[in-house]
């Protein structure tokens, strides 16, 4: 039935129970000194004979539990009711994009880069139950786009995916997968995911070590490996020509295959090589509908059904009752 309260933190009125108590133990402690004092005790104890304690304690057991009655209405008890038509169910997945320069190399048509949008544009439109998020990184990472059941909007940042959009040049994989962890949000169970797309060439060494981090929070990291062993040249930016290292030769980028198997078997998930789009998008979509995914309704479209009405109910018969309950003994005739 998945029973709530809206407003859970109102439980804390209910501290005034407790001192209720109290003041409740002081005022019979007073009233036994107050007959001490006025004179005699047992000729003040038979003028007040019709007076009963009992009735008293039950008067205020009454009113006390009727107070607890009104917490509860406060609080507002509320079921689930019908989900307005977008009852989802999934799992939430980062694509983190490599953008780095060397991502512009042709060994794959027409450059890596665009292979690589292409397979995660793909991806989307197969997951319409699943949440995605977006993770630019090249030597420097930041989150494109949280979480979001939005497939178009998706769609339209990968397309617009740029070299230009990072200024700091580099691949630091660890950063990625750091960045990656922190889009996930942790107030609902869903099954949680990366799915890392890179050639592979890494300038940090902490890669494998933040992996194995977020696979103990139980996130899975899916590696796709993006260019050839081989490898190939690829053109600068800034001076359109093919990019040169400090002693002026071409720099050869190549696929880091075993650092990306590496990454996915230290998280619980799978590499796959980007060649055939059609193929490495089956083949990830059969890896991960393989995972026992996690029914969970999306909050934001539940509509509640209130039950505050019956402990309000409550609180008002136990209002009338406590109001007709004498604290004098009934007189026998």
């Not at 859970?8 to 001490?36: C, D, E």
């Not at 008293?56 to 917490?71: D, I, K, P, T």
């Not at 650092?259 to 078997?265: F, Y």
Request: glycine share 6%.
């Amino acid at each position: 039935m998945n029973f709530q309260f809206q407003y859970s933190n109102l439980w804390m009125l209910l501290v005034a129970i407790p001192v209720g108590i109290i003041f409740y133990l002081l005022l019979l402690r007073w009233k036994r000194k107050t007959i001490k004092r006025i004179g005699d005790e047992k000729l003040v104890c038979t003028l007040i004979s019709n007076y009963s304690s009992k009735r008293f304690a039950a008067r205020w057991s009454v009113f006390s539990l009727a107070f607890v009655f009104g917490v509860l209405a406060l609080m507002n008890p509320r079921i689930p009711g019908e989900p307005d038509n977008l009852s989802r169910k999934g799992i939430d997945v980062v694509f983190a994009l490599d953008l780095s320069k060397s991502m512009l190399a042709t060994d794959v048509t027409p450059n890596r880069l665009e292979k690589a949008k292409e397979f995660i544009a793909q991806m989307i439109g197969k997951m319409p139950d699943d949440r995605v998020a977006l993770v630019w990184f090249a030597g420097s990472a930041y989150l494109q786009m949280p979480m979001t059941n939005d497939e178009n909007v998706a769609k339209m940042y990968v397309s617009t995916a740029d070299p230009n959009a990072i200024p700091v040049p580099g691949t630091v994989i660890s950063k990625a997968l750091e960045k990656s962890g922190d889009a996930f949000t942790d107030d609902v169970e869903r099954f949680k995911t990366v799915i890392l797309i890179t050639d592979g060439e890494d300038h940090d060494p902490d890669a494998i070590k933040t992996a194995a981090s977020l696979a103990d929070k139980g996130i899975m990291i899916n590696t796709v490996g993006i260019g050839s062993a081989q490898g190939t040249s690829f053109t600068d930016l800034t001076t359109g020509e093919l990019k040169k290292d400090d002693r002026g030769n071409v720099v050869i980028t190549k696929l880091n295959e075993e650092e990306l198997k590496q990454i996915a078997e230290k998280a619980n998930g799978a590499y796959i090589h980007l060649q055939d789009t059609g193929e490495a998008v089956k083949s990830m979509m059969s890896y991960l509908s393989g995972i026992q995914k996690k029914a969970v309704l999306d909050k934001s479209a539940l509509s509640y059904r209130s039950l505050y009405y019956w402990p309000a109910a409550l609180l008002l018969a136990l209002l009338l009752i406590e109001n007709f309950i004498s604290e004098r003994k009934k007189v026998e005739v």
